[in-house]
């Protein structure tokens, strides 16, 4: 993403952030997804289409390189659907929990905008359960939550105990 972009993300997630902050809910809680876009993997029928040449040698006049073709196994930096496709990946993999995880589910797939999360709870302990359930949840598909952070410092410290990695950490 350039900069323009990366802003404008920046302005959205802080816009919506400020508003769930605000809400009725008594615990809030807001996380983000280490590196999301690169856990995105590439079909391998998809790795013909995303590929570049490389030569180890510097072209010469009168020599014809050796060229490489390296294909890219995850989506690159600079696709337009890269949001679209973190979503429907980050959906697939929620989905599977709906049983077994229902209301973290639900705050995952209702609250998670690109690689954040922000969500509320009435109740610390349901606040500390759905953050468990959530982080374990993304876990699974591979990905690490990360940069826990809560309006409640007794949250914020059963984090800890537990292995959260928070905005200071």
């Given at each position: 993403m350039d900069d323009a972009a990366t802003a404008e993300?920046?302005?959205i997630e802080a816009d919506l952030a400020s508003r769930i902050w605000r809400s009725a809910n008594q615990f809030q809680i807001k996380s983000n997804n280490r590196q999301a876009f690169?856990?995105?993997?590439?079909?391998?029928?998809?790795?013909?289409?995303v590929w570049f040449l490389w030569?180890?040698?510097?072209?010469?006049?009168?020599?014809?390189?050796?060229?490489e073709v390296y294909r890219?196994?995850?989506?690159?930096?600079?696709?337009n659907a890269r949001p679209f496709l973190l979503t429907a990946?980050?959906?697939?993999h929620i989905g599977k929990y709906m049983?077994?995880?229902?209301?973290?589910v639900q705050h995952l797939d209702s609250f998670i905008y690109v690689?954040?999360?922000?969500?509320?709870?009435?109740?610390?302990?349901?606040?500390?359960?759905?953050s468990r359930c959530a982080?374990?949840?993304?876990?699974?598909?591979?990905?690490?939550?990360?940069?826990?952070?809560?309006?409640?410092?007794t949250l914020i410290s059963q984090w800890n105990g537990r292995r959260f990695r928070h905005l200071s950490s």
């Open positions: 993300v920046t302005d690169l856990q995105i993997c590439l079909a391998g029928k998809h790795k013909d289409v030569t180890r040698s510097n072209p010469r006049v009168g020599k014809r390189p050796v060229l890219c196994n995850r989506v690159i930096f600079g696709v990946t980050a959906e697939h049983e077994d995880y229902p209301m973290a690689d954040g999360w922000i969500t509320g709870q009435d109740t610390r302990e349901e606040a500390l359960l759905i982080k374990n949840i993304i876990k699974e598909a591979g990905m690490v939550m990360r940069k826990w952070i809560s309006n409640d410092s």
